[in-house]
């Protein structure tokens, strides 16, 4: 690629992610870190129009490239597919995927396994000497036989020595040698690539990280590669289990799609494996701390989607008198982020027009979760005890198959268009609105926490009634490696923003925040802490 190319490229990304913002009513601010690379000197003025990259509230993936972006690798895909070095297509025909690319790959070049939305997969080539923000075009691998797009992600920099750095911040720490030892080799996989086994060690690595003084950028590739190798973990845990199982080649290559939008923290596409897959991943070997993460994460993407299609259900039904669409709205949004709701007949209302239309069955019974969420008491709650809930999820799927007609049922969407509203305006992490998906971690969307706990409920009760010839065929093969119970609570803890940490044998409750590092960031007890953590490594 050369520079007036590449140029074209990065303007056309930020002008793209712009645009998208502007429809979706964001507004931009300005940002912060200089433009230290004199080759980006012609786009400098219009960075100061782009959000602040990632970060606990948003991330914003043209910023940080503007940073790092050097020449376009070149790859070699798997089947029958050229990598082309041209970027000046339009890019809202493009679909872009974040990969995290291993030192010595990105340093000496090599092969590294892509998978994409299609569900297939493609041995790339990565050229030697690719840096943060290396470009990377598989041609006719989309969806609609479009080009695929990749951004590589690494920590290797030849004109700094990360390594090093890292290294020093673990070395400087007040934790014991052997602690120590296990951080370091905790940061040797991630800068690998690889997942990590000792997630306590990497939990207090990133601890280390997020409170040092250690420069943005720098801390930024970090809670990349920290994000990616407990999601490699996951990745494997979903490879292994399929491999396992009775599917034919056509049903993986959908689960793995479904799969990627999770990962590009993007509202699903369709609800026909989210079941399937939930159960894959939730039964498989891996960690229960990677199984809570899958499932919030995947929750979100379900989330989003019935969100889309509800609110969508309100615009455009036509017994709604124009000047009730905001009332309507207003009526929904109150449920959905759990809020206070004072006008019970608009809820009837509204009940007519939800269990009416011929939206799928669970958009249904996730909204009479909400609905009889907010009629319940406050001890009638009780929203960690799991057999109640699952009693609850009982009660509002038989409602819902007595309340509507089967036949009126559609799982055909189309094009919807964003209106306003609905969550997918407050998600800067999604890779479809400039950010890097679940590679910025996994958050709770402000204002869905209610609906969003009621997704994952039924995503946990579905995967506990699958039946054991289901099971068997997807390739589960694990008994008892799944509690919901547990799940539930862990899910529930997060919705409700409580973060906790053990010490001494004991739960601590920590006030009120969703991201921990923030609030350890702030602790006037952070040694404390900082031992608490410690103390996870040999419990």
């Known amino acids: 690629m050369n520079k007036k190319q590449e140029s074209f490229f990065w303007k056309s990304i930020n002008s793209q992610a712009s645009k998208f913002r502007k429809n979706l009513g964001k507004k931009a601010i300005n940002v912060r870190d200089s433009i230290r690379d004199n080759y980006w000197e012609a786009s400098q003025n219009k960075a100061s129009e782009m959000e602040e990259f990632i970060s606990n509230k948003a991330s914003d993936v043209s910023k940080y490239f ?54 297939k997969s493609y041995n790339v080539r990565i050229r030697s000497n690719s840096t943060e923000g290396s470009t990377l075009r598989l041609q ?36 014991y040698e052997r602690s ?11 800068n690998s690539g690889l997942h990590t086994y000792d997630l306590p060690a990497l939990n207090l690595l990133d601890f280390i990280v997020e409170l040092s003084n250690i420069d943005s950028l720098i801390g930024l590739r970090y809670r990349i590669a920290s994000e990616n190798s407990r999601w490699v973990a996951i990745d ?14 056509v049903q993986k290559q959908n689960l793995k799609g479904i799969y990627l939008y ?32 899958y499932l919030l994460a995947s929750a979100t993407s379900m989330a989003m989607k019935i969100d889309i299609l509800i609110i969508n259900l309100i615009y455009s039904n036509t017994e709604i008198d124009q ?12 449920l959905r982020e759990e809020g206070k709701v004072i006008d019970n007949k608009m809820i009837q209302n509204l009940d007519g027009v939800i269990f009416k239309s011929e939206i799928p069955r669970i958009c249904k019974i996730v909204y009479q ?29 038989k409602f819902v198959k007595q309340a509507t007609n089967s036949e009126k049922t559609t799982n055909s969407f189309g094009n919807i268009i964003i209106q306003t509203g609905m969550l997918i305006q407050e998600v800067d992490d999604a890779v479809v609105s400039g950010g890097v998906g679940i590679l910025a971690g996994v958050k709770v969307l402000k204002g869905g926490e209610a609906l969003i706990g009621a997704v994952g409920l039924v995503a946990i009760a579905s995967t506990l009634e699958m039946s054991i010839q289901e099971k068997i065929k997807l390739g589960i093969t694990e008994e008892g490696n799944f509690s919901g119970e547990v799940a539930y609570s862990e899910m529930m803890n997060i919705i409700n923003q409580v973060s906790w940490v053990i010490a001494d044998g004991e739960e601590s409750k920590l006030e009120q925040e969703i991201d921990i590092f923030k609030i350890f960031k702030g602790n006037k007890n952070r040694k404390q802490i900082l031992k608490d953590l410690e103390t996870k490594l040999y419990s």
């Open 323 to 334: 000047s009730k669409y905001r009332k309507y709205l207003s009526i929904y949004q109150q």
């Open 180 to 190: 120590k030892t296990r951080c370091l080799e905790a940061y040797s996989r991630i």
């Open 369 to 397: 979760l909400l609905r009889d969420r907010y009629f319940e008491s406050n001890l009638e709650r009780n929203i960690n005890n799991f057999n109640a809930a699952f009693m609850k999820f009982k009660k509002a799927e």
């Open 140 to 175: 006719k691998c989309g969806l609609q036989g479009n080009d695929a797009f990749l951004v590589l992600h690494t920590f290797y920099n030849p004109e700094l020595n990360l390594d090093r750095r890292m290294n020093s911040l673990v070395i400087r720490a007040s934790i």
């Open 66 to 119: 503007r940073e790092t972006a050097k020449e376009s690798t070149l790859g070699k895909k798997q089947i029958n597919s050229e990598v082309s070095e041209e970027t000046e297509n339009n890019l809202e025909q493009e679909e872009i995927y974040h990969i995290f690319v291993a030192y010595h790959i990105a340093s000496q070049g090599g092969t590294q396994k892509v998978t994409l939305k299609s569900g």
């Open 236 to 249: 494997k845990g979903l490879e292994q289990v399929l491999s396992y199982g009775n599917l034919m080649e």
């Open 262 to 293: 999770i990962k590009s923290g993007e509202p699903l596409p369709d609800f026909a494996n989210f079941r399937q897959l939930n159960a894959i991943i939730l039964n498989s070997a891996i960690a229960s701390e990677l199984k809570n993460k």
